[in-house]
C-alpha cells in the first residue's frame, strides 16, 4: 500500500509560480511512476507529468511543458511539481498518482490550484 498526500496548492497571479509537493509513505519501487494529473471543473482527468521513482522516464503534457517541472527526493519519499508561468487555463485540482504494476493505483485527495487573470 502506498499513502500519498499533496500540498502546496493556493490561489496566484497569472505569470505566477507554485510548487506542489506529494509525500509517499508505504512501499515504493523504484521501478514504479509517480505522476500528476489535474481536473477542471466539468473537464477530463488530465496527465501532466511523470518520473519514474528511480530518476528518469521524465514525460510531460504539451500544455505544461518548458512551464513545470517534475522532480523527486528519494530521501524524503516525496515528488514536486514546480509550476512557472501559471495561467488561468491551470486552474484545477492537482492529484498525485502513484503505479503498481506500471499501473495509476493510488491517488492523493488533491490539491487546488487557482490562477487568476
Known amino acids: 500500500q502506498v499513502q500519498l498526500v499533496e500540498s502546496g496548492g493556493g490561489l496566484v497571479q497569472a505569470g505566477g509560480s507554485l510548487r506542489l509537493s506529494c509525500a509517499a509513505s508505504?512501499?515504493?519501487?523504484?521501478?514504479?511512476?509517480m505522476a500528476w494529473f489535474r481536473q477542471a471543473p466539468g473537464k477530463e482527468r488530465e496527465f501532466i507529468a511523470k518520473?519514474?521513482?528511480?530518476?528518469?522516464?521524465?514525460n510531460y503534457a504539451d500544455s505544461v511543458k518548458g512551464r513545470f517541472a517534475i522532480s523527486r527526493d528519494n530521501g524524503k519519499n516525496t515528488v514536486y511539481l514546480q509550476m512557472n508561468s501559471l495561467k488561468p487555463d491551470d486552474t484545477a485540482v492537482y492529484y498525485c498518482?502513484?503505479?503498481?504494476?506500471?499501473?495509476?493505483?493510488?491517488w492523493g485527495q488533491g490539491t487546488q490550484v487557482t490562477v487568476s487573470s
Open positions: 518520473i519514474r521513482w528511480s530518476g528518469g522516464n521524465i
Open positions: 508505504g512501499r515504493t519501487v523504484s521501478g514504479e511512476f
Open positions: 498518482a502513484a503505479t503498481m504494476g506500471l499501473r495509476y493505483v493510488y
